[in-house]
């Protein structure tokens, strides 16, 4: 590869060949692949993208920004929602844009994009326009961002029992390439069948990087020869009663759905004994994630295509998981003795193809075994979990699972001596020597140090955003709601209680997504509440994205008077800049944050719904915008003298800032303000102590750069460079903001120059909030030998630490 040649828009701009490029980056390409795939066989498409953002996919709306150039070239439209259902009834239009004169377009494919909560939101959506169906060259690909572990969610959530319900062909990828190959396949599948396609994103997939081929004719496709389509098509139409929907739903839609998977080989088996001449006995059918993590295991366990031949293995990869394709899975199924199912969460292929072949002779059906053994579900008083499905599975406990099942008719001693390992290893791992993590929290010079305070006696709700911390700080608050709910747990509470008031934490982005309702309905129940709607200018748990819309503090005002709100308060950090505001709701008074124990007790008092607004903006999003010299940086800077400090803590206390740490000096324990993370709030002077000192106008000196030419550099030997003719795993660790990340790409990219293989898993979560961060790295000679692509615990070959905790 030319290495001079190499741009960071080669993810977009490149026509074919290999870029580098996350799972993330891929649904941006994604659009622009189907364009180019569009012309050339003669149509004249464009693309249309909404959704709203939420982890695993919290960052796509930023990455469709920055792609935004190129999307545009290519007819690609990008328009966040407002929330998930409005974002997908947008979608639903653009299939109907044929339907009428003044089309510009033969159709619009569409993207609709979401986290878990997210579709669960959506049903009633998604079932009206997945029955309403499709354009002949439109499509509709609707990307579900899985959090099966909670890592940055209130609940572990799986989509695919959703998309079952209301009828929609989920797809599973399992890596990067996928995401592209299966994202083609969706598009032209929903044309086919005039379905919506699903398309399931869990955070393994969606946030690894990989090299991949972005020939936009890579995937070539078959269009059924063994499905005739009914009489007017199976695409969407108007006039189209309900009973007619639900009749071309279910007699031909998914029947066509099928008939393009069966044409297509989505479903295939990619190991057979048979090819060996061996006959097959065990047979494994997963998808998506675990299907890497079954090749993993398969490792783990020393089990080669060869070996896996000998014991008589059979693997199938199921590429549409619902609804689950017949003909494929009786091929798979013939001479089999026993089937293992490896998924993740709740059982769906499972029960799929039991039905399937339950009525088969008994002679030659296989025993069909996955989260339990043949004891059954619920046979037992207990769960007794081969494959659990709480939490995720790890090649390590799929391993188990598969040397347990192998080992009723086939012995080996490596094998034994591989899981012997594999078990000393989780028994170690289940009792760490460490106890303490790395816990996420406020940023230095947040508001939510201050705004989510209540007054003595008072107790608070929390809600969806950063806000939601303080359910593990010393704050008062305690139970949470889903996006959109918060307080109204109040309304069911307050009758049967003698609390006679709770306050109820609302961040700005959650109010223009649809917590105004939850106020609305507080104000019908006429209950004793105080919102205090938290307002930081940016949706900062995502990454600082803009509220999708126009929403000021004045508009909030007038607004919350409109629907029956009569006592608000705006409070804020910087009252000057009030003195030009002319447009809040009558009689609002503004209040300086000092005053905010004053402002809530009296609030507390009233009889009805009530509001503060807390206007702060973001600390996080303040750093970025001083950064592009967009927000002027204060010329002040705060240091503590450590001889006249006396290691109170006070100043911590008063402003709860991460900037505000401990030192260990001759004369013990003192405090220091860490310049690096100080995002100049200055709340730490609220402890009126002697010994800070405030430097108006100076400046940080900056640290000397080393010489490119220092003596001693031109003497580093090369390093030995490892062997990768197997998987080399580098596990990077530190905190939000440390480069870990950055480490990962860098990495990566080096790899894909090399023409290697290589993948890269980057675990965020909280990241910007001080939680842990990890970079998992794979290379390999051969790309096709790199399976999971997180890095097991004891299976990393290098680790660069970036934080002791976390590492």
């Known amino acids: 590869m030319k290495r001079d040649a190499i741009r960071l828009d080669d993810k977009y701009t490149q026509d074919s060949g290999r870029v580098f490029l996350s799972g993330v980056q891929a649904l941006a390409r994604l659009p622009m692949l189907q364009r180019q795939r569009d012309q050339a066989a003669g149509l004249n498409t464009a693309g249309f993208i909404s959704g709203y953002r939420g982890s695993p996919l919290g960052g796509l709306d930023q990455t469709l920004w920055k792609a935004k150039p190129h999307l545009t ?27 009428f004169p003044g089309a510009r377009y033969d159709g619009v494919f569409a993207m609709w994009y979401g986290k878990g909560p997210g579709v669960d939101r959506c049903g009633d959506v998604f079932r009206h326009a997945n029955a309403a169906g499709t354009s002949r060259h439109g499509g509709v690909l609707v990307v579900a961002g899985d959090d099966h572990a909670a890592r940055s969610s209130t609940l572990p959530h799986q989509t695919d029992h959703i998309f079952k319900a209301v009828m929609m062909p989920l797809l599973a990828p399992s890596g990067v390439q996928e995401y592209l190959d299966l994202g083609i396949h969706g598009w032209a599948l929903s044309r086919y069948s005039g379905c919506w396609t699903a398309f399931k994103a869990v955070a393994d997939t ?69 090819d060996a001449g061996t006959p097959a006995r065990l047979g494994i059918i997963t998808a998506g994630k675990a299907y890497l993590d079954v090749r993993q295991a398969l490792d783990d366990l020393g089990i080669d295509e060869r070996l896996a031949a000998e014991i008589g293995i059979r693997l199938y990869k199921v590429g549409m998981t619902w609804p689950l394709e017949a003909e494929g899975v009786r091929r798979f199924a013939e001479g089999l003795e026993e089937i293992l199912v490896v998924e993740e969460k709740r059982q769906s292929i499972e029960y799929q193809l039991k039905e399937e072949l339950y009525n088969w002779r008994e002679d030659v059906r296989p025993r069909v075994i996955g989260k339990f053994d043949e004891k059954g579900e ?41 899981l012997a390992f594999l078990e000393a290893k989780e028994k170690a791992l289940a009792q760490p020597a460490v106890a303490i993590q790395r816990s996420p929290y406020f940023c230095p010079g947040c508001p939510h140090n201050t705004s989510t305070r209540v007054p003595e006696g008072s107790r608070a709700l929390a809600g969806i955003g950063c806000h939601y911390m303080a359910i593990w700080m010393d704050r008062a608050t305690a139970t949470f709601s889903h996006m959109g709910g918060e307080g109204v747990a109040w309304v069911g509470q307050a009758p ?21 309702l939850a106020i609305r309905q507080a104000v019908a129940a006429q209950v004793p509440i105080t919102y205090k709607i938290l307002y930081n200018d940016a949706v900062a748990m995502t990454g600082g994205q803009p509220v999708d819309g126009e929403l000021t503090v004045a508009m909030i005002t007038r607004q919350l008077a409109a629907e029956g709100v009569h006592k608000m308060v705006v409070v804020t950090d910087d009252t000057e800049k009030y003195a030009t505001v002319t447009d809040l709701a009558p009689g609002v008074p503004v209040r300086h944050r000092d005053e905010l124990d004053r402002v809530q007790r009296d609030l507390r008092e009233y009889p009805g719904v009530s509001a503060l607004i807390y206007d702060q903006t973001c600390a996080a999003e303040k750093r970025r915008r001083r950064k592009r010299g967009t927000l002027p940086d204060p010329a002040r800077r705060v240091f503590i003298h450590e001889l006249v400090c006396e290691g109170c803590g006070d100043c911590g206390v008063k402003s709860n800032c991460l900037a505000v740490v401990p030192v260990e000096t001759e004369f013990g324990r003192k405090r220091a303000i860490d310049q690096s993370a100080c995002n100049k709030d200055f709340s730490c ?36 460079l490892p062997d990768t003719r197997q998987p080399y795993g580098i596990l990077v660790t530190g905190i939000g903001g440390s480069g870990v990340v950055t480490i990962g790409a860098l990495v990566g990219m080096a790899a894909h120059l090399d023409g290697k293989g290589v993948t890269t898993l980057d675990m965020t979560g909280l990241a910007q909030k001080g939680g842990a961060v990890f970079s998992h790295l794979r290379i390999c000679d051969r790309p096709q030998d790199i399976h999971a692509v997180r890095i097991a615990a004891g299976e990393a070959r290098c680790v660069i630490g970036g934080d002791l905790v976390v590492s």
């Open 378 to 418: 619920w046979s037992l008083p207990h769960s007794d979990w081969l494959l659990p499905a709480a939490h995720e599975l790890t090649p390590a406990i799929i391993a188990r699972a598969i040397a347990a099942r192998i080992g009723r008719f086939f012995t080996s001693p490596h094998i034994r001596e591989r």
């Open 73 to 99: 070239r290519h007819h690609v439209l990008f328009q966040p929602g407002v929330n998930e259902d409005l974002a997908a009834t947008a979608v639903w239009g653009t299939q109907q844009v044929n339907l």
């Open 206 to 274: 969606v946030e690894s990087s990989a090299s991949v081929d972005i020939d936009p004719q890579r995937v070539q496709i078959l269009l059924p020869e063994d499905f005739q389509l009914p009489p007017g098509g199976l695409n969407i139409r108007w006039p189209d009663p309900p009973l007619v929907q639900e009749e071309r739903l279910l007699h031909h839609k998914l029947y066509a759905a099928l008939a393009y998977c069966r044409a297509n080989r989505l479903n295939r088996i990619v190991i057979d004994a048979r």
């Open 685 to 720: 002077l609220k402890g009126f102590c002697p010994s800070f000192v405030t430097v108006e106008g100076g400046r940080l000196r900056k640290g000397k750069a080393p010489q490119r030419d220092a003596a001693g550099f031109g003497d580093l030997p090369l390093p030995l």
């Open 496 to 516: 049967f209680t003698e609390t006679r008031h709770v306050f109820a934490n609302l961040g700005d982005g959650t109010y223009f997504h649809s917590g105004l």
